[in-house]
């Protein structure tokens, strides 16, 4: 009895090998600034959701915003003019996933009563492009002799409070950050906006001791503190009032999230 074996040109796949999904190009937003105000500048401070608090006690009127829209969700409900139930199903799912990651915001920019200062509080966008985009239309703003402060959350180590980024020239006492440390969010993009329009020397990032995920950060309350302590006169006159303030609304803050462990 003759065995026939047959030599196979091609390997077979393996069974547990698994095709990667196809991920769909992220949509690019329309994103327009608009700005009234016809003040002088000195500064303009820039800061992500998580560290809104060091500006919720801050006497401000809004002077302008930024608009992200997607108006591909709204046309592309118009192109096919058939009837099919399948298909309408499937689209109004992807519809809602769509809603979910490319979410339109109206973000506020403010100037601060006390100084001679704007701020922008800008949300965690899903779609990393956004944060992109809105550095590029905060770089369009009419001050550029300002210094600009961008707070930034970041897993620091060896109970590190508090750091900055080497460039700038604010917060000579502040030390600076060390590799492998780095900055994400719109932090991150602004930074690059202003090394692009070479006012890099004008950009003081200041880094906060936080944990979790990015743009989820839950950033630590004495990291918080710190940064008020040497940025706050950029932000008010009467420092002892505003940290008295900021310091109630971090403990509240801090007490609501921990009233729920387990010890």
Not at 95 to 105: R, V, W
Not at 173 to 187: A, D, L, M, R, S
Request: charged share 20%.
């Amino acid at each position: 009895m003759e065995i026939l074996i047959k030599q196979w040109l091609d390997a077979q796949n393996p069974r547990h090998a698994l095709d990667d999904e196809d991920v769909p190009t992220p949509l690019v937003p329309t994103v327009s600034l608009s700005y009234s105000s016809t003040d002088s500048i000195d500064t303009v401070v820039v800061v992500p959701q998580s560290i809104k608090v060091v500006l919720d006690n801050v006497s401000k009127s809004v002077v302008g915003s930024i608009k992200v829209e997607y108006p591909q969700l709204t046309t592309d409900d118009n192109q096919n003019e058939e009837y099919d139930e399948d298909e309408q199903l499937y689209s109004a799912v992807s519809k809602e996933a769509n809603l979910k990651t490319y979410q339109s915001a109206d973000i506020a920019v403010y100037r601060l009563d006390e100084q001679r200062a704007l701020a922008v509080v800008v949300p965690h966008f899903t779609n990393p492009i956004v944060e992109k985009v809105v550095a590029h239309e905060l770089g369009k703003l009419p001050v550029d002799s300002a210094n600009w402060i961008i707070l930034a959350p970041c897993v620091l180590n060896n109970g590190v409070s508090l750091s900055k980024l080497a460039a700038g020239t604010l917060f000579d006492n502040v030390p600076k950050v060390q590799p492998p440390h780095f900055i994400t969010g719109i932090g991150a993009a602004v930074v690059s906006e202003l090394a692009t329009l070479s006012r890099l020397e004008k950009c003081n990032t200041l880094i906060l001791n936080a944990e979790g995920h990015p743009g989820y950060e839950k950033v630590d309350a004495d990291s918080i503190m710190d940064a008020a302590e040497v940025a706050s006169e950029y932000f008010v006159k009467s420092k002892a009032d505003y940290i008295k303030k900021l310091s109630q609304s971090v403990r509240k803050i801090n007490s609501s999230a921990t009233s729920g462990m387990y010890i």
